[in-house]
């Protein structure tokens, strides 16, 4: 019994410490520059899909930081569907439906 209790309590500190690393990372000055970039390039597209952009700009350095967003979320989006973060917390970290997976 004493090995389970530990072992769920690993379990939730390793939640917190991958929720907090994503926090830490989505907030890092590297981040919110990419952000910034990633969405003034995509107004610069607003009539093509990510996957014209793709084509036309796969080598491009201007749209970097729209692939850098992009791995962040999903990755987030793969943590939260693996319960590998705490979800409570998944919300300020981008859209509301990334937070929407079944408990």
């Known amino acids: 019994m004493g090995a389970a209790a530990a072992w769920l309590a690993g379990l939730q500190a390793n939640r917190w410490n991958q929720t907090l690393e ?3 990372e989505f907030n890092t000055e590297e981040m919110t520059k990419s952000r910034d970039t990633a969405l003034a390039f995509l107004r610069n597209q607003p009539q093509k899909t990510y996957q014209q952009i793709a084509e036309e700009h796969q080598f491009d ?5 729209v692939w850098d967003i992009m791995r962040f979320y999903q990755r987030l989006t793969v943590m939260t569907k693996h319960r590998q973060v ?3 917390q998944v ?3 981008g859209p509301p439906d990334i937070a929407s997976f079944p408990n």
């Open 61 to 65: 350095a201007s749209a970097l930081p």
């Open 22 to 24: 994503l926090h830490r």
């Open 91 to 93: 919300p300020n970290l």
């Open 86 to 88: 705490v979800r409570k």
